[in-house]
């Protein structure tokens, strides 16, 4: 029973973090990210700011915070480690990109158009660029610690940092791209595209 005390508590735990970042998102669109402050986000989600700090610590996690570097590092670890780094970094990129818009078995559209403003928000607003750059190195983390484990070797995590790094430059390129179309291509073969266009056509 405490089992699934503690599973229904991170469901009912994801679901208001859930609740509370799709009006956050949608406020700073419709009304600018520095206008909008935490209490007018707690207020349209129906808690108290208290509530919003304990999920999100700061104004920025609201944007950017997401299940991605645990996507990406599970699809890595479920990877083979016969295949080259760049390899197994990149399918994980393309197909948590893949799950991310495909809606779980929700509306993909909505997802999609979520992500789509989430990611607008990143790009345009000067405080979340900066914070941006502390997730993609919490992200590079990830891929590397799910690469190599308990590894110490430095030579072998130094290219396990080099492969992350330049897979993610290239997913950075595509999500731009994505933004940029409005969505209209689909994310997870845009990033393929731009893994393909950095490492060669039999990288994913």
Same mark, same amino acid.
């Given at each position: 029973m405490p089992d699934q005390h503690s599973t229904?508590?991170?469901?009912?735990?994801?679901e208001t973090q859930r609740v509370i970042q799709a009006h956050a998102v949608r406020l700073f669109?419709?009304?600018?990210?520095?206008?909008?402050?935490?209490?007018?986000?707690?207020?349209?989600?129906?808690v108290s700011p208290m509530t919003v700090y304990r999920h999100f610590p700061t104004k920025e996690d609201l944007v950017l915070v997401d299940q991605h570097g645990r996507l990406v590092a599970e699809?890595?670890?479920?990877?083979?480690? =016969? !295949?080259?780094?760049?390899r197994?970094?990149?399918?994980?990129?393309?197909?948590?990109?893949?799950?991310?818009t495909g809606g779980? #078995?929700?509306?993909?559209?909505?997802?999609?158009r979520f992500l789509l403003a989430r990611l607008r928000l990143m790009i345009s607003t000067p405080a979340l660029r900066a914070k941006h750059l502390d997730n993609h190195y919490a992200?590079?983390?990830?891929i590397v610690d799910a690469l190599e484990g308990d590894a110490t070797d430095?030579?072998?995590?130094?290219? =396990? !940092?080099?492969?992350?790094?330049a897979c993610l430059a290239a997913m950075h390129t595509a999500l731009v791209r994505w933004a940029?179309?409005? #969505?209209?291509?689909?994310?997870?073969g845009l990033i393929a595209k731009a893994l393909a266009a950095a490492f060669g056509d039999d990288i994913v």
């Open positions: 229904l508590r991170a469901q009912r735990r994801s669109t419709e009304r600018g990210y520095d206008a909008t402050t935490v209490t007018d986000v707690a207020e349209a989600a129906g699809r890595i670890a479920a990877s083979s480690a =016969a !295949q080259p780094l760049v197994r970094i990149g399918g994980a990129l393309v197909g948590s990109a893949a799950t991310l779980h #078995g929700d509306d993909p559209t909505a997802n999609k992200l590079q983390k990830a430095p030579d072998t995590v130094f290219h =396990a !940092q080099v492969a992350a790094s940029e179309d409005d #969505g209209r291509t689909e994310l997870s």
